[in-house]
């Protein structure tokens, strides 16, 4: 397990090294990144936690660069630490265990300032690195194209963008469990055919008509319903003080 430094904090592990991070930029300025392998190299000088991405003609690649401070045995990222020294960082993570990439199977390196990669951890205050990402609405969008131009890519983009990610991938598993049985009443089954409904059109959330709404009606169903689903699942196991 790792954890990523702050541009802000006084104990991030680049203090004092931020110049370094203009090296890789140097390095490709220069014309001295011809390959994958030399963008790696160049971005694993950067101190600063950085997504960066590589393409040419022939190959594309990814590197996740920054000095990420490994943590001592026994600390849990979930838990307070004693500060009594015996808990500090032990060392850095080698550039070989940066999350990287060279000419995926898929054709694809997707990334929308996200988990860089899958088991991957990241600063102590980020919670939000779960097994959903918002990555993943831009890479259904992507596959719905075979072949991508810049303008493909845009599109996929700008539609990942506005999409409400609880309604593209949290509905089909609360639908899934809710199937078997019937709504407590006609409202609530209309409710959830609204949901269906708006995921099936893309589960878009823009405001076309610039009335200051969204256009459909699902948003507003998902606004007040998922708060209430959250606390139905983990209230049983937290309790509802900690819900």
Known sequence: AVVGGSFRHPRRASRGRDAAFLLPFEAMSANRVRSPKDFIGA?????????????????????????????????????PTKGTGQYEWRGFLSPKGHPQSIDPPSGLLVNWNGKPALGFSSADDEWTYGSIQRKDLLTGELARTSKHTLATVTGAMNAAATEDLYVVRAWPTIRAILKPGTGPSARAEQLATLLDRWRAAGGSRLDRNGDGTVDDPGAAIMDVAFPRLGAAALQPVLGAKLV
């Open 43 to 79: 971005f694993a000088k950067s101190p600063f936690t950085f997504n960066a991405i590589y393409a040419d003609h022939r190959d594309i690649a990814t590197y996740s660069a920054g000095l990420l401070p490994k943590r001592a045995p026994g600390v849990d990222i979930g838990l």
